[in-house]
């Protein structure tokens, strides 16, 4: 059974550009979630999918958008980059929407210059 | 929505030492998950605990639901168990405490 994969580990982006994040969920999930951490703090909700649609989101703003595919991997893409958006891009799988038990990928580490 | 706090925000043992780490919300939660984050990021799931109490080696874990607070046992602390402690209650989403950091000396 293969856990949830993302990609890339790390990036750096200049303020103003654009950058696409990949999610691979664990075998059998079929709801992923996106979490934003800034350096010492926990991490904050962005977005759910569950079977391709948006399932919930947090206080982003729209240049946060996301999709998620009929294999039920997933991209999260940031528009016209801020530097307050470097931070470490989490994601999680789920066997189901709602209650169910989340579990992490390794994270991409994004720089915003 | 939901309030998460940790506490002690840091919390520094020498090897061999025990330690409680606590959780609490700040209304009803659905679930609630205790989570384990390296020092290369990457969150490791420790508990799903709801209510009730759970035990895994060295590690437990007791959810008061009604009194909502959770509470994280480390017993017998080793330096492997160094990094940062989260809780995290869901409602709608799943929503983080900003962690207790531990360090555990040799």
């Known amino acids: 059974e293969t856990g949830v994969t993302q990609s890339p580990t790390h990036l750096i982006k200049t303020r103003g550009q654009q950058v696409t994040l990949r999610c691979s969920s664990q075998?059998?999930?079929?709801?992923v979630s996106w979490y934003q951490q800034a350096l010492g703090q926990g991490p904050q909700f962005i977005f759910q999918?569950?079977?391709?649609?948006?399932?919930g989101r947090g206080n982003f703003p729209p240049r946060f958008s996301g999709l998620q595919f009929p294999n039920y991997s997933s991209e999260l893409n940031v528009n016209a980059l801020e530097l307050d958006d470097s931070a470490l891009y989490l994601c999680?799988?789920?066997?189901?929407?709602?209650?169910?038990?989340?579990?992490f990928g390794p994270g991409t580490r994004l720089t915003v210059l | 929505g939901i309030q998460v706090e940790q506490s002690p925000p840091d919390l520094i043992l020498q090897e061999g030492a025990n330690s409680t780490l606590r959780c609490n919300f700040s209304?009803?939660?659905?679930?609630l998950q205790w989570f384990h984050q390296n020092p290369w990021g990457q969150l490791i799931n420790l508990f799903y605990?709801?209510?009730g109490t759970k035990q895994n080696g060295r590690l437990s874990a007791t959810t008061v639901a009604t009194e909502r607070y959770s509470l994280l046992y480390i017993s017998s602390s080793q330096t492997t168990d160094s990094g940062v402690y989260f809780c995290?209650?869901?409602?709608?989403?799943?929503?983080f405490g900003k962690g207790t950091k531990l360090t555990v000396n040799p």
């Open positions: 999680a799988s789920s066997l189901n929407r709602g209650t169910d038990t989340q579990y």
């Open positions: 075998s059998g999930h079929n709801t």
């Open positions: 999918y569950y079977r391709e649609e948006e399932n």
């Open positions: 209304d009803s939660v659905n679930n």
């Open positions: 605990i709801p209510s």
């Open positions: 995290a209650g869901v409602r709608e989403k799943l929503v």
